[in-house]
């Protein structure tokens, strides 16, 4: 029996997205939220006949709001619209974000303000089920809604544009025909609804939330490896300096650090240990939770985005309006992205710094460069490989969101570049993975040239999945095949589930 996901346009969350987008969960809508959606457009048949001009109903968009839209050319108009704005440019969203794509703007057109046909909203739930998924180019967007981009998917509706279908990139009519699926005829609103949302970065954003939280988690893992590695000091983990501060993302860290490290002879005496550890050792819980807590205030904004009107104009069903705005705004959860850049910085540079510690004997009393032998170079050379992605990160985290041109004759004065800063963030969270996992691979190593070390229970089940995939460093090898190895490893979500479920 299939996996099945309700929607109903309030309740949409990112782990939702994810189980459609990787997972192929089937889609059903609400009753009541589709009765809602034909409310909608019985509205706006019955403005058909309306002189009053409504922005994208009966006038142009942009610059061309000044121009009337006769019903009579209702079809021709919005099937106009969809070409106009059919200008993305490559690369193309993965099958997986197209996915995400398709689900974020379905879910929104359920929040009743859009005025869309419900064959619309009845053939995005079709192409998910099938599993028939618009090829739709990233970039081209400034974040405005991205009507550039967006605009593909009505190239497939009306069959003209290409899908991912049965693992090939096919034509959607020829795909149509071939499962008996009605292409869809466009009306009053129709082009406006498909084009003007932000679902191309809200749908990948959500995809990139999920891996960050797994990826913090990731942080905590490799942590404790490293403190192990080091020997260091378990005093900065002491319980009640967190009650003295307060900060919940914190919390969230030492508590996933404290139980990873349980039973771990690191917690022992040793008076030949320094009183206290370098800042990237001694401060990890309080980077791990900041990032936590720049995630939380994300998700809080990022949550309303899902289940929310984004439309321009915005149909308000019970006030018996239609009226022109910026509903399609989505500078309050961006600010909570590039923030997270930010934040994901200063865990990059933590990591790294820790890393260089560990092939350090000043600080380790071990071999220089975790080498088991003098004739072994080890990791000598291995730290201008992570050193070069945390650059990217320190240069990918600077905002974006402020750097934009006056469009449209001047009409269209504010941007914010959306799609780019989630495509930022991206890039970001997958350097980090290499960076963490090479960090790991140093920790692992560390811990084997120790030799004394009893390991805590979950950092004794990361270290054993490590080994399993990576062997001692007793010759030199060609590293970036190990790199490689790590990376796959730590990024999947069964390494994380199995090492916190531990005890």
């Given at each position: ?7 109903d346009?309030?309740n949409?969350?990112?782990?939702d997205i994810e189980k459609?987008a990787?997972f192929d ?7 009541d939220a589709l009765e809602?959606?034909?409310k909608g457009?019985q509205r ?5 006949d309306?002189?009053?001009p409504?922005?994208?109903f ?5 610059w061309n709001?000044?121009k009337?839209?006769?019903k009579?050319?209702?079809?021709k108009?919005?099937?106009?619209l969809i070409?106009s704005?059919?200008l ?8 997986e974000e ?10 929104t057109f359920?929040v ?5 046909a ?11 089920n ?5 090829l739709?180019?990233k970039?081209?967007s400034?974040?405005?809604?991205d009507?550039t981009?967006l ?13 991912y ?6 034509n959607s009519k020829?795909?149509f025909?071939?499962?008996s699926l009605e292409?869809?005829s466009?009306g009053?609103?129709?082009g406006?609804?498909i084009?003007?949302s932000?679902?191309l970065a809200a749908g990948?954003?959500?995809?990139i939330?999920k ?9 905590d893992?490799v942590?404790?490896?490293s403190l ?5 000091n378990t005093?900065?983990l002491d319980i009640?300096?967190y009650k003295a501060?307060?900060y919940i993302g ?5 508590k996933n650090?404290t139980?990873l490290l ?9 008076w030949k240990k320094p009183?206290q550890?370098?800042?990237?050792f001694r401060?990890s819980v ?9 995630l ?9 985005q899902l289940?929310?009107?984004e439309?321009?104009?915005c149909?308000?069903l019970?006030?018996?309006k239609?009226l ?5 705004e989505s500078?309050?959860?961006?600010l909570g992205?590039e923030?997270l ?9 933590n ?10 004997p000043e600080f380790?009393k ?6 088991p032998?003098?004739n072994?170079l080890?990791?000598?050379?291995i730290q201008?490989?992570?050193t070069?992605l945390?650059?990217e ?6 905002p974006a ?5 006056s469009?449209a004759?001047?009409?269209?004065d ?6 780019y800063v989630?495509?930022?963030?991206k890039?970001?969270?997958d350097?980090?993975y290499?960076i ?5 691979m ?6 084997d ?5 009893i390991?805590g229970?979950?950092?004794e ?7 399993e995939r990576?062997p001692?460093?007793?010759e030199d090898?060609?590293i ?8 796959d490893?730590?990024k999947?979500?069964k390494?994380?589930h199995e090492i916190?479920?531990t005890n």
């Amino acid at each position: 029996m299939s996996q099945i996901i309700i929607l109903d346009g309030q309740n949409l969350t990112i782990d939702d997205i994810e189980k459609v987008a990787k997972f192929d969960f089937k889609i059903e809508i609400k009753p009541d939220a589709l009765e809602k959606v034909k409310k909608g457009r019985q509205r706006i048949f019955d403005l058909v006949d309306s002189d009053i001009p409504v922005y994208g109903f009966n006038t142009g968009v942009g610059w061309n709001k000044d121009k009337k839209v006769f019903k009579d050319f209702f079809n021709k108009y919005n099937t106009n619209l969809i070409y106009s704005h059919s200008l993305g440019v490559e690369p193309f969203c993965s099958r997986e974000e197209g996915r995400a794509i398709l689900l974020t703007r379905l879910n929104t057109f359920l929040v009743g303000c859009t005025g869309v046909a419900v064959e619309i909203v009845e053939i995005y739930k079709k192409l998910l089920n099938l599993d028939i998924i618009p090829l739709i180019p990233k970039r081209g967007s400034v974040g405005e809604a991205d009507i550039t981009n967006l605009s593909h998917i009505g190239l497939v509706l009306i069959g003209e544009g290409e899908v991912y279908y049965n693992n090939e990139i096919r034509n959607s009519k020829e795909v149509f025909d071939e499962i008996s699926l009605e292409m869809i005829s466009l009306g009053p609103k129709d082009g406006l609804a498909i084009v003007s949302s932000n679902a191309l970065a809200a749908g990948i954003g959500a995809l990139i939330l999920k891996d960050i939280e797994r990826l913090l988690d990731l942080a905590d893992v490799v942590y404790c490896l490293s403190l192990e590695g080091l020997n260091g000091n378990t005093s900065p983990l002491d319980i009640d300096l967190y009650k003295a501060r307060n900060y919940i993302g914190q919390k969230i860290s030492l508590k996933n650090v404290t139980n990873l490290l349980k039973n771990s002879s690191i917690y022992n005496a040793d008076w030949k240990k320094p009183v206290q550890d370098p800042l990237c050792f001694r401060g990890s819980v309080q980077v791990n939770g900041a990032v936590r807590d720049a995630l939380r205030y994300c998700l809080e904004l990022f949550n309303i985005q899902l289940n929310s009107s984004e439309d321009n104009p915005c149909l308000l069903l019970d006030e018996n309006k239609l009226l022109s705005c910026s509903n399609y705004e989505s500078i309050s959860w961006v600010l909570g992205f590039e923030n997270l850049g930010v934040a994901l910085s200063h865990l990059s540079k933590n990591s790294c710094y820790r890393t260089i510690k560990l092939s350090n004997p000043e600080f380790t009393k071990l071999p220089r460069f975790l080498s088991p032998k003098d004739n072994v170079l080890g990791y000598a050379t291995i730290q201008k490989v992570f050193t070069s992605l945390d650059t990217e990160i320190r240069h990918l985290s600077n905002p974006a969101t402020a750097d934009f041109y006056s469009l449209a004759g001047d009409i269209e004065d504010h941007a914010n570049n959306t799609p780019y800063v989630v495509d930022k963030l991206k890039k970001i969270v997958d350097n980090l993975y290499y960076i963490l996992g090479i960090e790991a691979m140093h920790a692992v190593q560390a811990i084997d040239l120790r030799t004394d070390c009893i390991l805590g229970s979950g950092s004794e089940k990361a270290y054993e999945k490590i080994r399993e995939r990576v062997p001692f460093y007793d010759e030199d090898r060609p590293i970036y095949k190990d790199i490689r190895t790590m990376y796959d490893l730590v990024k999947s979500e069964k390494f994380i589930h199995e090492i916190l479920n531990t005890n």
